[in-house]
């Protein structure tokens, strides 16, 4: 069964930083794009990164306009982890994010439908 959980969130002040893990377990997630999405309140579930398989021990990482220089996106194949370092946090960053998970050469993948596992999510909450 898979089964991805995710860590690391918590209540910070605007300008903070974080860094949020997901650990996949079931499956080796080595050939798939993880990725990060978060959802606030009253508001659509949004792409945040993704962490894509390109070849052997390469991938692709892309980032939604509003994270673009202050998050990073990265992976331990090893470990079968994803993590996404938030810099300079600002308080629309508060959401619930879901690290999420594809099937196998799903390619780069950045829309919430291509993924096929997610996680229940971890709060992220960002003071002014």
């Known amino acids: 069964q898979v089964q991805l959980v995710e860590s690391g969130g918590g209540l910070v002040q605007a300008g903070d930083s974080l860094r949020l893990s997901c650990a996949a377990s079931?499956?080796?997630?080595?050939?798939?794009?993880m990725g990060w999405f978060r959802q606030a309140p009253g508001k659509e579930r949004e792409f945040v990164a993704a962490?894509?398989?390109?070849?052997?021990?390469?991938?692709?990482?892309d980032y939604a306009d509003s994270v673009k220089g202050r998050f990073t996106i990265s992976r331990e194949t090893v470990k079968n982890r994803v993590y996404l370092q938030m810099n300079s946090l600002k308080p629309e960053d508060t959401a619930v994010y879901y690290c999420?998970?594809?099937?196998?050469?799903?390619?780069?993948?950045?829309?919430?439908?291509?993924?096929?596992?997610w996680g229940q999510g971890t709060q992220v909450t960002v003071s002014s």
């Open positions: 962490h894509s398989w390109k070849d052997d021990n390469i991938y692709y990482a």
């Open positions: 999420a998970a594809s099937r196998p050469y799903s390619g780069r993948v950045v829309v919430d439908y291509a993924y096929e596992y």
């Open positions: 079931g499956r080796t997630f080595r050939n798939a794009a």
